[in-house]
């Protein structure tokens, strides 16, 4: 995982960056992100055509070509690494009118009452508006569907 930023009360927020670190985070977080992150990472490698020499060290340039074309999804941690709210935000953090950003927390809960703080510095960092209205899915639908 990559660091992102800290946020109030001894937590940070890191990018989940590969497919098994997204596969630890609905065992901690009781939700699907690990669905939409191999359906964002499948859909942004398959255009992916390698320059190096087959076989080997083909997929060497895999890794960076994916994170510059698919959405952010991080995840917030305490002090002590418990998963605490999972975040899925734009293409590299930058405002896209046409994206839906997903905050949640435990089992697709709202985490504004408990991480609100923390999610606004996520904001501030990113230069994201991240109010509660603009981020979480209420009225019935779930974020991350198993």
Known sequence: MQYICDAPGAKSWFRIETKGEAALEPDAMQHAVEKYFRQAWDAAASPYHSTAVPFIEQDIGLKPHVQRIMPLFLTLRSAEGDALATAMLPLGGRYDSAFRIIIVGLENRGPYPEHGEAIRKLGEHL????????????????????
């Open 127 to 146: 230069g994201l508006n991240l109010d509660r209205i603009y981020c979480y899915l209420y009225g019935g639908a779930i974020p991350f569907r198993k």
